[in-house]
């Protein structure tokens, strides 16, 4: 069962009990990502992310690493376009322990000069490592061609140089900005001890409250093209169209007809580009909702020289999908697909713990899974084709990566 209680300081905390199994995951969510960053800060998110764990006025790195380690827990964190989430997976009989050392690196993290210059070299190295993998780089591209100077076109990780600037008092005033109680949301599922919920209330009860409002400016679709030159055995091209927000009411539509675009191994373009044609060994599409928008991508890495191909083959493929319509074996398979993912993903706490936590931090609402199912049950063939219509208008951005770094002649 569910259950949501709100602090006096406005923090949420998201219970759902299932006392029948055997751990416990805890999310301390924060609603602040790469897209509330100005550009000079741009990475600071995911910055602080990393120096969450680096130590506190009373444990090291090394004993925040030990303490999960000897109860046989799993913690880790992870910095999305608008949000943060330190999340921990441990036996219920050591909720409390782990709550602990989570309040301990949110609320004590020191910062410490030495700490910070090495993880600064940290991310620098991941910074290299994804510029270094062309089939993840050319998705930022694409961002960046989709939203230009909207920082929903900011790379997640930020850049060496913003990276390079920061410091312990830049990141003490980025979280007394976000990190404030009415942006924080905490998700707990699985056998759920009284005792844990107190000590929730106990330590997070203090958190400041806000009293700025987040403002955040809706961005505007751009068709922009961003092309690069690597040295690469492949051309790795996105194409990307404007989408829906995570809100939307065609959002279950926009799930099925990307399911049946490229989202599957049964899908249009995995079939035709690969199994057909054998252009591709990678190619798939999926949505991104943000708060106000989205965007619907697809990817392929192909050769140099089939890339025309490949495009025309991919453009095919929309547009069949746009005149025609999903066919009535692909919405039914899909439904089918949609739900068993959906429950299936539900035996885990982990994944309800970030189910119900996105939730609230993105909608401020539950469905029940009768209730979504319900809805992914209603979508029509009309629907996918109201949503395809609004979705693959004409215009739309493209990235690649390639040995010339030049768009062939069909892009």
């Known amino acids: 069962m569910l259950q949501k209680t709100t602090l006096p300081n406005g923090l949420r905390v998201i219970t759902e009990s299932i006392p029948f199994v055997r751990s416990v995951t805890i999310g301390i969510w924060v609603k602040t990502g790469s897209r509330n960053e100005a550009h000079d800060e741009n990475g600071i998110s995911h910055f602080l992310e990393h120096m969450f764990f680096k130590g506190t006025k009373t444990r090291t790195a090394a004993d925040i690493a030990e303490s999960f380690d000897k109860i046989g827990g799993q913690v880790n964190a ?3 376009k608008e949000y943060t989430c330190f999340y921990a997976k441990v036996l219920d009989e050591h909720g409390e322990r782990a709550l602990d050392i989570l309040s301990d690196m949110f609320f004590e993290s020191t910062f410490q000069e030495d700490e910070l210059e090495k993880e600064r070299n940290v991310i620098f190295e991941e910074i290299k490592m994804v510029d270094d993998t062309p089939d993840d780089i050319v998705h930022d591209m694409l961002g960046e061609a989709a939203y230009k ?11 060496t140089e913003t990276v390079g600037t920061f410091t312990k008092s830049s990141l003490e005033a980025y ?3 976000f990190y404030t109680a009415g942006n924080v949301v905490i998700s707990l599922a699985g056998n759920i001890s009284d005792s844990l919920l107190g ?3 106990e330590r997070f009860g203090g958190l400041k409250k806000s009293h700025e409002k987040q403002k955040i400016t ?12 690597k040295e690469t055995e492949q051309a790795h091209m996105c194409l990307g169209f404007p989408g829906l927000a995570i809100g939307d009411d065609d959002i279950y539509s926009l799930i099925l007809l990307n399911n049946a675009l490229g989202g599957s191994m049964s899908s249009r373009l995995f079939q035709e580009i690969r199994e057909k044609r054998g252009l591709a060994y990678s190619v798939f599409s999926y949505h991104s909702a943000f708060q106000d928008s989205g965007m619907l991508t697809i990817y392929g890495g192909t050769a140099p020289e089939q890339v025309n191909e490949l495009y025309e083959a991919t453009m095919d493929s ?3 999908l746009t005149n025609n319509g999903l066919k009535e074996k692909e919405l039914v ?3 089918e697909q949609l739900k068993g993912n959906l429950m299936l993903s539900l035996e885990s706490t982990s994944s309800r713990m970030s189910r119900n936590g996105k939730n609230e931090m993105m909608l401020g609402y539950h469905r029940t899974l009768d209730e979504v199912i319900e809805r992914i049950e209603a979508v029509q063939p009309a629907d996918i084709q109201r949503t395809a219509n ?3 208008q004409k215009q739309y951005a493209v990235s690649l990566i390639s040995k010339d770094g030049k768009f062939p002649k069909a892009l």
């Open 218 to 229: 809706v961005p505007s679709f751009s068709p922009g093209r961003m092309a690069k030159k």
């Open 78 to 80: 992870f910095t999305s």
């Open 333 to 335: 398979n899909g439904k």
């Open 199 to 201: 000590q929730i209330t």
């Open 175 to 177: 979280m007394s900005r």
């Open 318 to 320: 929309v547009h069949d």
């Open 390 to 392: 609004k979705v693959f």
């Open 149 to 159: 100077k909207h920082p929903l076109g900011l790379p997640i990780l930020g850049t």
